[in-house]
Every structure is written in structure tokens, then in C-alpha cells.
């Protein structure tokens, strides 16, 4: 690894991100879920949703764009279904209580749904799937974004990279997990390659003449022109099934949004309200209680074995092993409880300029 990477351990790193939010007037309690939910991402080998993401939240809720105190309103509230207003909270503590309350109502009736408008960006979709997965229950995560994705023909991004997530328990050391964004890369994948200043995979980004685009710095600025679309998975055009990744994505947007009478597409860009901007989306958590279809351990032995096929399944010339979703996190996680996380010198800039601003001056970072 470079020289310009620093290691720092997960349990500073996760105090370090609940104290800046503590420091911005989140309540300990909400900036403890926050903290939880970004070095998930980070332990995990998500990069471009943990600290990465830290700045990002910093600056909207200095602009005011975020409110501090979540105030969540219940709309409509029935045995296995809800909706919520998150009214600009915090995402992550929004999205941690919906899913909670999703597997609530699942434990008691089978099923359990929540659908979320007027929230904010929750970080990585696979923290409230595992919330489900602990309690032996499927879970399946979705929100909508800014406009990120063309539709196929299009150039103009008019969806969101609008994660898909699902997740499952398995009767082995690690759950079934697929949280990825319906997009080939998304935004915070382009700003990872932008710190490192590493070019991205040819046939990922065009720009408003369909052409492709690989410098991420030129990518980030013309996304904000709207002159650069990010590719939904399949690719440009359909030769290669780009309208399946189109497709996924507006099914997304449908359950972010439709069911909310929320925000979608373009005005996910952000509106103005008394004088104020706001980045809003919606989001939609459901909860499937096993144990109403089979025994918990039926479940978790066919889902084992049928991950054990796959890998055990004939590998392509000079390929020593298959991975099922779930599994490369599951082993960086054990690793980066050992040596840390890995921070690049962009970051570290990040980390010291909010720590100097917030007076965080107890951390005594090796950077």
C-alpha cells in the first residue's frame, strides 16, 4: 500500500464520526446510529460510504440542507405497513427505526413494510438488510438518489444509481448479502478514483454526446453541468442488456417514491423551501419473517447449501475460488479489525480540517 495511506482503528474512527456529529447538534443517541452506520460501510470494505461520506454530511448540515433533530411523523400506520415523513432528518437514524419497525410488525404478522419520503441519504443500503438478517429474517432495502442514470437511448441522468439490496441468513459464518447500486459504479466510487486520482473502467460514464468518459474529475464536474450520465448495469445502449439495469432502477425509484407521494427523478437535484435547499429522497424497507414460511433453520441450511454450490461449482482457467454475495465482506471485515482503516491523504485532510473546526482536539491522529 502507499505511503500516503494511514491506518486508523475502527473504534476511533467510529468515536471520531459520533462526536463530529455530536459537535454539528445531532443527539448522542441519533450520532451513535450514524457513527455505527459509516463504519459498517468502512469495516466492510465499502470505501466510498463510510468517513469518505463524513464530509459530505458535515457540509449539508452546516448549509442547513439537513435537519439535526430527526422528527419523523407517522402518516399512516397499519398492522403489517407505514408510512413515515423523515422532514430532512438524518437518514441513517430514519432508515435504523423504519427497518426496525418493519421487523417489528414482521415478528408479529409474517410481513413488515415501511415506506419513507422526505428522508435523506442513509449511507449504505446493507446496514438495515443485516439489521433484518440478525433478527433471521430477509431483508430488502431500497432508496431513491440524484440523478445519476440515463435512460437507455438517453443521455440526460435522470435516475439515481438507486441501490437494490437484499439479504438473507445462511447456516453459514456469513449471510447471503447483494447491496449494489443499479448503476456499473456509482457517484461515491467516481469520487473514490477522483482522491486517488485513478482512472475509471472504460464503458462506465458518458457524456451529454454519448461518448464514453474516463477522467473521474471531469465526470464529477460535468455531473454537476448534467452533462455526464453514469451507466446503468448492462451498459449504453442494449447490446449488452443495459435496459435491465434501467429497468431496476425505475422499479427503485417506483418503491422510493410511489408509494410515498415522494420525491423522484430530477427534483431528487434538490428544492428550495422557505428560502431553504433540501435534498430529499424516499426510501422502502420489508421485512419477511421465516419462521411464517418454514423453521428458521430449514431456511438457513437451503440457503447454505445452495451457496456452497455455487462456489464449489467449475471455475474458469487460472481462477482459484467463486464468492456468493456477502462473502469478500465478511473476510475484509475480519481483516480491518485487525489493521485498521485505511485512509488516503485526501481523507486524512478531511478528518483534520472538521476536527480542527469542531475543536475535536482529544484525537491525536498519526497523520
Known sequence: MSEEISYL?????????RDVFIGLGVPQDDAKIIADVLITSDIRGIDSHGIQRCKMYYDRIKEGIYEVKTKIDIIKDGPTTALWDGNCGMGHVIAYKAMREAIKKAKKYGLGAVAVRNSTHFGIAGYYSLMAIKEGMIGLTVTNARPSIPPTFGVEPMLGTNPLCVGAPTDEEFPFLIDCATSIIQRGKVETYARINKQLPKNTVINDKGEFITDPNKVLAKMLERKAAL??????????????GYGYSTLVELLSAGLQEGIYLRDTLGIVEDGQKRLKVGHFFLAINIESFIGLDSFKGTAGSIMKDLRNSPKEPRRNRIFTAGEKEFYV???RKKTGIPLNK????????????LGLDKYNFPF
Open 333 to 335: 471485515e475480519i481483516e
Open 9 to 17: 482503528d475502527a473504534k476511533t474512527l467510529e468515536n471520531f464520526m
Open 231 to 244: 451507466l446503468p448495469l448492462g451498459g449504453k445502449g442494449e447490446d449488452t442488456a443495459g435496459y435491465k
Open 346 to 357: 485526501s481523507l486524512q485532510k478531511d478528518i483534520k480540517t472538521i476536527a480542527k473546526e
